[in-house]
């Protein structure tokens, strides 16, 4: 754990913790709800990789913006939503974030400034790229990061768009979340060269940074939030992570591309969330038993947002064709 | 016969025409030893090895520029597009390079490539995995368009796309890929341009594409139980288009509907309406009908989604009340 004056950051290291918490849990409800078929559709599970969201979100107002990705649960809730609202979109029911119609990769809560899941791999970097061309033209100080996995580092409109904020100076986070995987295929076989070079080829500062270790990522998305604030962006951090569950839920059988020995090293040396939770109990920032009741709170809030979505009801019929297009001229 | 999925007769399909000409290969994302998330290529590898199986960063405009390139320099590419949503990516190099270039060349460079991709709503896999862009495609000229409605037409016409001195894009039901039906051991093509009669009927013509020749044969036993006889037509290729046995069908039955499940604006169904109204005008009893998916992106919703993409129930109840001349 990166080293810090302790007490002072109370406040912030709980609330870090418990974010991370609640993804798990999140998560858990989420893949449980899918097993047992009562959620529809494709999901991808955010466990594992808690520090990067939490990390970088801390580092964040509300106005700043983010966009996110398949495996977006996690930015979702980091960046302030609400679990009752994304248990109801992953279940289509109208109280959900996008009243039923995104659905798990779609999620959007724009309160939080959070522009979006995406279900097109890259489908976000123009996006997060346009979102801080906003924030320069308007002077308004938001930055916006981006986060998308190591496979997306392969589409090509990635440089398309770090060439522009770097020419233009744009407040944007590139944050790739490498977690080794790119659907069933190693990273290593799908990338050439060194991802931070790329970035580097256009004059971007470049960092790596563990992501699962959350104070780390979180220092530096401070400093970097900081620097686009300036106007010293754009940057680009990769952040070296793991994803627990397959690629997506019902993605079982993957002896054939990773080992059960490497997921069982990687849930018992390097967890998130554990490794935290050591390091505010060692810090004396809290008791064991602390963590426990707030580890129970987390849960029992996200069962009662689980069984409020599951009673909640689906959109009208008259929904389906409502939002095409905007009301205004 | 025996029986196989839509899946297996794809992977057939390949395997014996890799087997035939070495200037074959596949190219995606996740083809080789993944055989693809939905297990349609699972052993390919195996057998014709990485350097024919290959798979592909996510790069998909890259792959397929590649791939035109290797086309235009003696290679017969079998391109995998996993879902056919991704077909926006790549739309510059297969419009404008694959489809142009054999004219542009004055038929001097050919592009002898296939694109697989899929299509088909009600998985809930939301707006950007669940489009059926066929229509898209159809729509330029140098591209063939193939619409398999089952395992038999699937690798029938697979064959056959990989034989084609043409870029092809085949369109596959992804909710059909377990499937069963009857396909021979032997070895057979389906030609293109060639639409299947697959029910005879008099009172009313439906043609239907891909996910929507199911809905219409479904369709068409309800209606036969209201003694209305309905011949089905699933024409397998839209480009080309076999327009002869549909106008002979419509002006038999003297009305027509056509089912597609792409969207309903400015989409195949717009086509095959105005092909059936322009040349048998004269032998209609009733204006022809379009029945496409809902024009609205692919809601997530499951209360939603299924009121998008036509059902028997409405294709039958639209013949009803065609019949009835009630339009
Ligand atoms: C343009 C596009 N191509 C392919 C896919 C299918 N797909 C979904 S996720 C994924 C892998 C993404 O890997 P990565 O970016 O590393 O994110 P991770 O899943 O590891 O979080 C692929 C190939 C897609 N959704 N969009
Ligand atoms: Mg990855």
Redesign the interface.
């Known amino acids: 754990m990166a080293a810090r004056k302790s007490k002072a950051n109370t406040e912030a290291y709980l609330r870090m913790y418990r974010q991370m918490a609640r993804i798990r849990a999140f998560e858990d409800n989420a893949n449980q709800l899918y097993l047992s078929a009562k959620m529809?559709?494709?999901t991808h599970m955010y466990s594992g990789q808690e520090a990067v969201a939490v990390g970088i979100c801390e580092a964040l107002t509300s106005d700043d913006k983010i966009t996110s990705t398949h495996r977006g649960h996690g930015h979702c809730v980091a960046k302030g939503a609400e679990f009752r609202q994304m248990f109801c979109e992953l279940l289509?029911?109208a109280e959900g974030y996008?009243?039923?119609?995104?659905?798990?990769?779609?999620i959007a809560d724009q309160a939080n400034g959070n522009l979006g899941a995406?279900?097109?791999?890259?489908?976000s970097m123009g996006i997060a790229t346009g979102s801080a061309l906003t924030a320069k033209r308007q002077g308004t100080g938001h930055v916006t990061v981006c986060f998308f996995g190591d496979?997306?580092t392969?589409?090509?409109v990635w440089y398309e768009v770090m060439n522009m904020a770097a020419l233009w100076k744009l407040p944007i986070i590139y944050a790739c979340e490498n977690n080794g995987y790119?659907?069933?295929?190693k990273t290593a076989?799908?990338?050439a060269g060194s991802l931070t070079a790329r970035a580097e080829a256009f004059g971007i500062d470049s960092f790596t940074v563990d992501g699962q270790d959350v104070l780390a990522v979180n220092d530096l998305a401070q400093t970097l939030v900081a620097r686009c604030r300036k106007g010293e962006g754009p940057f680009f951090v990769e952040l070296e992570t793991y994803r627990y569950h397959g690629h997506?839920v019902g993605d079982i059988n993957r002896d054939?591309?990773r080992t059960k020995d490497e997921e069982a090293d990687w849930k018992k040396h390097r967890d998130p969330i554990v490794n935290f939770g050591k390091w505010l109990i060692g810090q004396k920032i809290v008791t064991p038993d602390e963590l426990v009741s707030m580890d129970n709170e987390v849960r029992a809030d996200a069962e009662a947002a689980v069984q409020y979505a599951l009673e909640a009801p689906?959109?009208d019929?008259r929904?389906?064709?409502m939002h095409?297009f905007a009301e205004g001229a | 016969m025996r029986e196989i999925t839509l899946s297996r007769a794809v992977n057939e399909a390949i395997a014996e025409e890799m087997r035939r000409d070495p200037a074959i290969f596949l190219i995606g994302?996740?083809v080789a030893?993944?055989g693809t998330?939905f297990k349609v290529l699972s052993g390919l590898v195996e057998e014709f090895g990485t350097e024919r199986i290959i798979?592909?960063?996510?790069?998909e405009?890259?792959f397929m520029g590649m791939a035109v390139g290797a086309a235009m320099t003696g290679s017969r590419p079998i391109v995998d597009l996993m879902f056919g949503?991704?077909i926006f990516?790549v739309m510059d190099q297969l419009c404008n390079q694959a489809a142009k270039t054999h004219y542009m060349s004055g038929g001097k460079l050919k592009v002898p490539l296939v694109l697989r991709t899929n299509l088909g709503a009600t998985?809930?896999?939301?707006?950007?995995?669940s489009q059926s862009l066929h229509a898209l495609v159809a729509h330029i000229p140098g591209l063939k368009v193939a619409l398999p409605s089952s395992a038999y037409e699937a690798k029938g016409l697979l064959k056959t796309a990989i034989r084609d001195d043409n870029p092809v894009v085949i369109f596959e039901d992804k909710l059909m890929y377990n499937d069963k039906a009857p396909v021979p051991e032997e070895e057979y093509l389906l030609p293109f341009g060639k639409a299947e009669i697959l029910r005879q009927g008099k009172d009313v013509t439906l043609v239907g594409t891909s996910s929507m020749v199911q809905v219409c044969r479904k369709a068409a036993d309800l209606l036969a139980a209201d003694g209305i006889s309905a011949e089905v037509i699933d024409p397998r290729t839209i480009v080309p288009l076999d327009e002869d046995t549909i106008v002979g069908s419509a002006k038999k039955t003297s009305r027509a509907i056509v089912v597609d499940e792409g969207h309903q604006n400015f989409g195949v169904t717009a086509e095959i309406a105005a092909r059936i109204a322009d040349k048998a005008f004269y032998y209609l009893d009733n204006p022809v009908q379009r029945m496409g998916a809902?024009?609205?992106?692919v809601?997530?919703?499951?209360?939603?989604e299924d009121?998008?993409v036509p059902t028997p129930e409405q294709v039958a109840e639209r013949a009803r009340r065609l019949c009835r001349g009630e339009i």
């Open positions: 529809p559709g494709l289509g029911k996008c009243r039923g119609k995104g659905g798990s990769m779609h995406n279900a097109i791999v890259g489908g496979g997306a392969a589409q090509g790119s659907e069933y295929t076989e799908i990338a997506h054939y591309y689906y959109p019929v929904e389906v064709d095409v | 994302e996740d030893e993944a998330p798979d592909t960063p996510i790069s405009p890259g949503d991704f990516l998985r809930r896999s939301a707006a950007q995995h809902m024009d609205v992106p809601p997530f919703s499951p209360a939603l009121l998008t």
